[in-house]
């Protein structure tokens, strides 16, 4: 029987995410909601993918709603967890959220900068008064050093898959391709674009936004970042209580 070419290349991204580790993630993450949202009773993660940080983060973060834009991805998460399918830049939410968070620097896929000011914009309309909005970004300087890492070509489960990296200077786009060869050997090809911004543009859209950084570090640590790192987490909170 024929795969699904969707849900192998799915499975394959969820296998090299495990480099990370999503218990280290989720604990980063509670020790973030820890310092700078403790009485927060409300949680929404933003682009969730297949709910695997939610697995940890769950346990923590009572009623947590998992939003995503792909319906598919949704469809893998247990059913007994809250789950949204939307645009993270059409957000369809009347409630405010205490802590709200997003990884896996899923805000680089916003390839315009006009969409990235939407998001920013939706954020501050469903914060609470004292919420919290997390998000780590990918910068140049980590797209230059992982090029030669993410040129692989390896087999998970009996399938072979190649991941080819480009990074484009000029344009700031991050392109990695993945292609999996199917039971039947055919190619199946799925593409992911990643925007890099600059990290001043950060701060000028948030701060639009009515918005404030009140902390920016480098990923899973608590060192201040700067233009020079290589992921970046931000912690922001609204300008106007």
């Not at 997003?102 to 004292?130: G, M, P, R, V, W």
């Not at 692989?152 to 990695?176: A, C, G, M, P, T």
């Not at 799925?190 to 543009?201: A, D």
Request: some cysteine.
């Amino acid at each position: 029987m024929q795969r699904d070419p969707y849900k192998l290349v799915a499975n394959i991204y969820d296998h090299l995410m495990k480099t990370v580790g999503y218990a280290e993630w989720a604990k980063y993450i509670s020790e973030l909601r820890e310092f700078y949202a403790p009485k927060s009773e409300t949680f929404l993660e933003i682009a969730s993918g297949s709910g695997k940080l939610a697995f940890y983060l769950n346990r923590v973060f009572k009623n947590v709603i998992l939003l995503d834009i792909s319906k598919s991805m949704l469809l893998r998460i247990d059913a007994g967890l809250n789950r949204v399918c939307a645009d993270m830049i059409s957000l369809p939410f009347k409630a405010k959220f205490d802590f709200i968070y997003s990884t896996f620097d899923s805000i680089n896929y916003l390839l315009d900068a006009n969409d990235l000011q939407k998001y920013f914009n939706e954020i501050h309309k469903i914060l609470s008064k004292d919420g919290v909005f997390t998000f780590d970004a990918s910068l140049e300087n980590n797209s230059l050093k992982n090029l030669k890492r993410l040129n692989r070509r390896e087999k998970f489960q009996n399938i072979l898959y190649i991941q080819n990296s480009l990074y484009d200077v000029e344009k700031k786009i991050h392109i990695n391709k993945f292609k999996v060869k199917l039971d039947n050997g055919e190619i199946f090809e799925e593409v992911h674009l990643q925007k890099i911004y600059n990290f001043e543009l950060y701060f000028e859209l948030i701060e639009f936004a009515g918005l404030k950084v009140i902390n920016c570090f480098n990923t899973f640590t608590f060192d201040d970042a700067n233009k020079n790192s290589e992921r970046i987490q931000f912690i922001l909170k609204r300008k106007h209580a």
